[in-house]
């Protein structure tokens, strides 16, 4: 398997620009978490999808922030417009069904850099 | 709400030394408990789990953790660290199999020759 894939590793963009952040989860997982990473603010949880469904929105900081599961197999995060205080590395998880103690496989992050 | 509490931000052991992380946990029935190593410029990656049974569980690269009740603990220990387990690690903390986790700050490892 090849794992939770991120796309773009790197992302530099300029204060106001739309960012799009991608994730295809790994193959018969049905939930999908985005987290962002911040040396002030360590792990956050920014949305968890389950069954392509948004169960909890709460972690997203603010209007700017979007994000969308259209299929099991993908997923955006959406920042418009971008701020410097977005700069972070943002994280996509997925996870097998329930059933017993099934941990998130992490992708291997989007850094984000806003100027 | 469930939290995690990872006391110390770094910490600095020789090669060769036995290692404990420490993490406390807060959560009033029994919790879904993790931990996480991350390299540099590396997602996270799984070490170990403990849900029920046997409180000493045994994961990957010579790691181990302990729940403790009592404490409110579930501590990482590895009995002889390698320089490449320098990293950062989490732990984490689940109310139960269908929700999110909620991550501690991390411990930082930076083992010296």
């Known amino acids: 398997d090849a794992g939770v894939i991120q796309s773009p590793r790197h992302e530099v963009t300029e204060m106001g620009q739309e960012v799009t952040l991608r994730c295809k989860p790994i193959?018969?997982?049905?939930?999908l978490f985005w987290y962002r990473q911040t040396m002030m603010r360590g792990l956050e949880l920014l949305i968890y999808?389950?069954?392509?469904?948004?169960?909890?929105d709460s972690g997203m900081p603010e209007d700017r922030f979007s994000a969308k599961m259209p299929n099991a197999s993908f997923s955006t995060l959406k920042i418009q417009p971008s701020e410097p205080r977005d700069s972070a590395v943002y994280f996509c998880?997925?996870?097998?069904?329930?059933?017993?103690?099934?941990?998130?496989?992490f992708g291997p992050g989007t850094r984000l850099t806003v100027t | 709400a469930q939290s995690v509490t990872q006391p110390d931000i770094h910490i600095t052991v020789s090669e060769g030394a036995s290692l404990e992380l420490r993490c406390n946990y807060s959560?009033?029935?029994?919790?879904?408990l993790f931990w996480y190593v991350q390299s540099p410029g590396q997602g996270l990656q799984l070490l170990l789990k403990?849900?029920?049974?046997?409180?000493l569980v045994q994961g990957i690269k010579g790691f181990e953790a302990e729940f403790k009740r009592s404490q409110s603990s579930f501590n990482l220990r590895k009995p002889s660290v390698h320089w490449s387990d320098a990293a950062e690690y989490f732990c984490?903390?689940?109310?139960?199999?269908?929700?999110?986790?909620?991550f501690g700050k991390g411990t930082s490892l930076l083992v010296t020759p």
């Open positions: 998880a997925s996870r097998p069904p329930a059933g017993g103690i099934n941990e998130q496989y």
């Open positions: 193959s018969g997982h049905n939930s």
């Open positions: 999808f389950n069954n392509n469904v948004p169960i909890d």
């Open positions: 959560y009033g029935a029994t919790p879904y």
């Open positions: 403990y849900f029920s049974g046997d409180t």
């Open positions: 984490a903390v689940g109310a139960n199999s269908g929700y999110a986790l909620n």
